[in-house]
């Protein structure tokens, strides 16, 4: 049988000069700032992200754009602080029941920056809602609800609706009496809900009454369910924002009648 031929071997891009390189000097500083670009060309060749990462960040952005439009960003930096010091909680808090309270307790008093990073999740819930509330209060009076970018302020409702569930699931978790009974309350109010309202305190009690399974199912909520759809719901509102650009104030008025592009900078 005949032989087929080797294909021709791929054409590689020549490896770039190193700063000095050609005079001879390379300093380690030179070497170090290289090993970074370098690290990023590498995975870029592999995965042609760079043209991703381009498109979402290099924007053009309307006259006019202010302060207000970084509140969007400030409560995903907000959602990061929950993230990250989430984690760190997890790996001491053991929600059962007899457990929850101590384990707090012992994450306050005696963990490594356990009072520090128990605070920052505690305050940085509060962040968040108020920012939440705020980003959305823009969005609001500046009009960026309406065509074509009405999809983004129902995802914006869903991310409003998952915040305060963050916010409800997570005051449980001290498992001390004002947690306990401010819990009873809140799953006795969504009881009076119609036609769902009894399903609902069902399902968030896991059962007619409030027991351990409550505790657990609150914590995989709170953990695992919510922030899971959180980061989807982020990730598909940033999409959109990328796609279809933010707003201009309304009181920027479009410099001919094609349009407002004109008036991105
Ligand atoms: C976890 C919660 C949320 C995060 C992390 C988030 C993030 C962002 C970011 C980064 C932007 C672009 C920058 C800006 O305009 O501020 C944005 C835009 C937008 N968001 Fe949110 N958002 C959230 C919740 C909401 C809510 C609750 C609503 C409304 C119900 C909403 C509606 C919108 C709309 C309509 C835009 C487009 C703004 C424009 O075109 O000018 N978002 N969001």
Same mark, same amino acid.
């Given at each position: 049988?005949?032989?087929?031929?080797?294909?021709?071997?791929?054409?590689?891009?020549?490896?770039?000069?190193?700063?000095?390189?050609?005079?001879?000097?390379?300093?380690?500083?030179?070497?170090?700032?290289?090993?970074?670009?370098?690290?990023?060309?590498?995975?870029?060749?592999?995965?042609?992200?760079?043209?991703?990462?381009?498109?979402?960040?290099?924007?053009?952005?309307?006259?006019?754009?202010?302060?207000?439009?970084?509140?969007?960003?400030?409560?995903?930096?907000?959602?990061?602080?929950?993230?990250?010091?989430?984690?760190?909680?997890?790996?001491?808090?053991?929600?059962?029941?007899?457990?929850?309270?101590?384990?707090?307790?012992?994450?306050?008093?005696?963990?490594?920056?356990?009072?520090?990073?128990?605070?920052?999740?505690?305050?940085?819930?509060?962040?968040?809602?108020?920012?939440?509330?705020?980003?959305?209060?823009?969005?609001?009076? !500046?009009?960026?609800?309406?065509?074509?970018?009405?999809?983004?302020?129902?995802?914006?409702?869903?991310?409003?609706?998952?915040?305060?569930?963050?916010?409800?699931?997570?005051?449980?978790?001290?498992?001390?009496?004002?947690?306990?009974?401010?819990?009873?309350?809140?799953?006795?109010?969504?009881?009076?809900?119609?036609?769902?309202?009894?399903?609902?305190?069902?399902?968030?009690?896991?059962?007619?009454? !409030?027991?351990?399974?409550?505790?657990?199912?609150?914590?995989?909520?709170?953990?695992?369910?919510?922030?899971?759809?959180?980061?989807?719901?982020?990730?598909?509102?940033?999409?959109?924002?990328?796609?279809?650009?933010?707003?201009?104030?309304?009181?920027?008025?479009?410099?001919?009648?094609?349009?407002?592009?004109?008036?991105?900078?």
């Amino acid at each position: 049988m005949p032989k087929l031929p080797f294909p021709p071997p791929p054409k590689l891009n020549p490896a770039p000069k190193r700063p000095g390189e050609a005079n001879g000097k390379t300093t380690p500083l030179d070497t170090a700032g290289e090993a970074g670009i370098s690290a990023v060309d590498w995975i870029d060749e592999r995965t042609s992200l760079s043209g991703a990462a381009r498109w979402m960040m290099f924007r053009k952005v309307p006259k006019g754009t202010n302060w207000f439009y970084t509140l969007g960003t400030a409560t995903m930096f907000a959602f990061l602080n929950q993230a990250v010091t989430g984690v760190f909680l997890a790996m001491y808090y053991d929600p059962s029941p007899t457990r929850a309270y101590e384990s707090a307790r012992y994450i306050t008093n005696e963990a490594f920056l356990g009072e520090f990073v128990r605070g920052m999740h505690k305050w940085g819930s509060t962040v968040m809602v108020i920012l939440v509330f705020l980003h959305m209060g823009r969005t609001f009076f !500046f009009g960026a609800y309406k065509y074509p970018r009405e999809l983004n302020w129902i995802i914006g409702v869903v991310l409003l609706i998952l915040t305060m569930t963050m916010s409800f699931t997570g005051y449980l978790l001290p498992f001390d009496q004002r947690s306990y009974w401010a819990t009873i309350v809140g799953v006795n109010i969504n009881g009076t809900g119609p036609i769902v309202g009894p399903f609902l305190s069902d399902f968030l009690r896991g059962g007619a009454g !409030f027991g351990a399974t409550t505790l657990s199912r609150f914590y995989a909520i709170h953990m695992l369910l919510v922030p899971g759809g959180l980061i989807a719901l982020i990730g598909a509102h940033l999409y959109l924002v990328a796609r279809l650009g933010t707003t201009a104030p309304p009181w920027i008025k479009p410099s001919s009648d094609t349009g407002h592009l004109e008036d991105r900078v």
